[in-house]
């Protein structure tokens, strides 16, 4: 990235403003990688708990397999999931606030007994799932977060601080070769005046 500036002190005050901007910042950038590093590997392992977790309910019920055959699929569903955010490190993640099944009613007398003990089982299943879903969701959100930061961070640290840095020099450097120039040619201007005087003083 190329740094536009002037050859006048005018330029040198506004990238040195922009460089002061951006080494105060980067720190605070920094800690927010950092930060949002830990919140993915903290995301990704509560999916996976949650993961883990289903998995081994429903491992756990295995030996009911043969008795979903009698359960009626319409006697569960889920209704609504309702969601609310918070911020974690700068950024908006959502969580699952309530879970609302509803619950077709069915005979007590003519149905199975683990019938209510099933549809329990299915809600908890349905949680898990869903925690599981949403926190993969959360890692990737904070991924991609965290990816846009370390762009950031590169960018300050590998392009902008430096080329600011290199442009001040560069105008500090013509500033006082031109401030070296002038002082020459006033001392060269005044040593002719010197001479000139000196011609006129003693041509008497």
């Not at 500036?5 to 910042?25: D, H, I, P």
């Not at 609504?80 to 955010?85: F, G, K, M, Y």
């Not at 699952?96 to 003990?117: A, C, G, H, R, V």
């Not at 599981?132 to 969701?137: G, Q």
């Amino acid at each position: 990235m190329a740094i536009k500036f002037q050859y006048n002190k005018t330029s040198m005050g506004e990238l040195g403003k922009q460089l002061k901007m951006r080494e105060k910042a980067l720190p605070t950038i920094k800690s927010k990688e950092s930060a949002l590093r830990l919140e993915v590997k903290k995301a990704k392992k509560e999916a996976q708990h949650f993961l883990d977790e289903l998995r081994a309910t429903m491992d756990q019920y295995d030996y009911m397999v043969a008795l979903w055959g009698e359960f009626d699929s319409d006697l569960l569903q889920i209704d609504r999931v309702e969601l609310n955010s918070s911020k974690i490190a700068g950024v908006r993640l959502p969580y699952i606030q309530e879970i609302t099944f509803s619950e077709k009613s069915y005979n007590l007398f003519s149905s199975p007994i683990w019938i209510s003990d099933g549809i329990e089982l299915l809600k908890k299943l349905a949680r898990l799932g869903l925690e599981s879903a949403l926190n993969s969701e959360k890692a990737d959100i904070l991924e991609h977060a965290r990816k846009k930061t370390t762009q950031k961070v590169n960018l300050y640290e590998k392009v902008q601080i430096p080329g600011y840095k290199e442009a001040i020099l560069k105008i500090k450097r013509y500033l006082e070769d031109e401030d070296n120039l002038s002082k020459s040619s006033q001392k060269i201007v005044k040593s002719r005046h010197e001479q000139e005087k000196f011609k006129e003083d003693t041509a008497w």
